[in-house]
């Protein structure tokens, strides 16, 4: 694990697939936390941004899901929209350190 600065959880993310995905890359893994949880990994303007991977909805895979405005995913499948911003899909701030993905909370 990488060391946390002050007030952080970092969460280290174990990358199992790299997407192409409209010619931007995206990335598919694991966290553990008290569980493990699989993660997406998107760029949305400009920084990188972790979801889980599934919708809450019918769970369907968000990995190749389109961003149809800046901030907000849709649902291949039924077309609902969530707003990144709005915690309502849980989400975790992107850097890397020492070249690992790192979820900050
Ligand atoms: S599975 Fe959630 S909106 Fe489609």
Not at 23 to 39: I, N, S
Not at 44 to 67: R, T
Request: aromatic share 8%.
């Amino acid at each position: 694990m990488v060391e946390p600065q002050e007030d952080e959880l970092v969460l280290e993310f174990f990358a199992v697939k790299e997407i192409d995905f409209n010619g931007e890359k995206r990335w598919l893994g694991k966290v553990q936390v008290d569980k493990t949880y699989t993660m997406l990994i998107l760029p949305v303007e400009g920084e990188l941004l972790a979801i889980h991977a599934y919708c809450p909805h019918e769970g369907i895979s968000l990995a190749k899901a389109p961003l149809v405005a800046p901030h907000i995913i849709e649902c291949p499948e039924h077309n609902n929209r969530y707003d990144l911003r709005s915690g309502e899909l849980k989400g975790y701030r992107v850097e890397i350190r020492a070249g690992k993905f790192c979820l900050i909370e």
